[in-house]
T-cell receptor, first 114, second 114 residues
Framework: GENVEQHPSTLSVQEGDSAVIKCTYSDSASNYFPWYKQELGKGPQLIID?????GEKKDQRIAVTLNKTAKHFSLHITETQPEDSAVYFC?????????????FGKGTHLIIQP | DAMVIQNPRYQVTQFGKPVTLSCSQTLNHNVMYWYQQKSSQAPKLLFHYYDKDFNNEADTPDNFQSRRPNTSFCFLDIRSPGLGDAAMYLC?????????????FGPGTRLTVL
């Protein structure tokens, strides 16, 4: 089955700086890569996703890049703000996130230092 | 607002005493999922329903069962909870089982086993 590795497990950055979280996946058939943000006491919430036919996607301060050859994808957050502090999970799916569900990475605890 | 609702938010049970967690959705989505998330770990898919069709993950213990009496509700039954079943249980939905459908998560139920 699919295996998703995520690094780092904890990331501390100064407010206003950029943060980068990296994930690798094992199944070359994976075609959908969402990123979820989980705040304390809440369920994960989708912040951005990318399909395998796209190399990069951007939404305001958040961007995701995908390298299919190397089987890795990354989340980039620019101009970080205190409200960005949360746990971020990457995930991969071979069915577009549908019937087979998602395989999650272990999460990155992002801490924004004021 | 359309949403995924989980009750109760916190559940305490005794070792071996059956417990049921509930999930309801107002999104009218076809697919409902149950994930188990242990402390500081990634959510792990237990099973999902596509309409009334039940799909169990290969490594989900028999101790975990699920029911979906209608489109809106889905239940997770733990027949004989062990200490190792203490976790956050997340319910999620997606509109279709086909590709690229966002999964919407509820806030979770935190289960404590005494």
């Amino acid at each position: 089955g699919e295996n998703v590795e995520q690094h780092p497990s904890t990331l501390s950055v100064q407010e206003g700086d950029s943060a980068v979280i990296k994930c690798t996946y094992s199944d070359s058939a994976s075609n959908y890569f969402p990123w979820y943000k989980q705040e304390l006491g809440k369920g994960p919430q989708l912040i951005i996703d990318i399909r395998s036919n796209v190399g990069e996607k951007k939404d305001q301060r958040i961007a995701v890049t995908l390298n299919k050859t190397a089987k890795h994808f990354s989340l980039h957050i620019t101009e970080t703000q205190p409200e960005d502090s949360a746990v971020y999970f990457c995930a991969a799916s071979t069915s577009g996130g549908g019937a087979d569900g998602l395989t999650f990475g272990k999460g990155t605890h992002l801490i924004i230092q004021p | 607002d359309a949403m995924v609702i989980q009750n109760p938010r916190y559940q305490v049970t005794q070792f071996g005493k059956p417990v049921t967690l509930s999930c309801s959705q107002t999104l009218n989505h076809n697919v409902m999922y149950w994930y188990q998330q242990k402390s500081s770990q990634a959510p792990k898919l237990l099973f999902h329903y596509y309409d009334k069709d039940f799909n169990n993950e290969a490594d989900t213990p028999d101790n975990f069962q699920s029911r979906r009496p209608n489109t809106s509700f889905c239940f997770l039954d733990i027949r004989s909870p062990g200490l190792g079943d203490a976790a956050m249980y997340l319910c999620a939905t997606s509109r279709q089982w086909r590709s690229y459908n966002e999964q919407f998560f509820g806030p979770g139920t935190r289960l404590t086993v005494l």
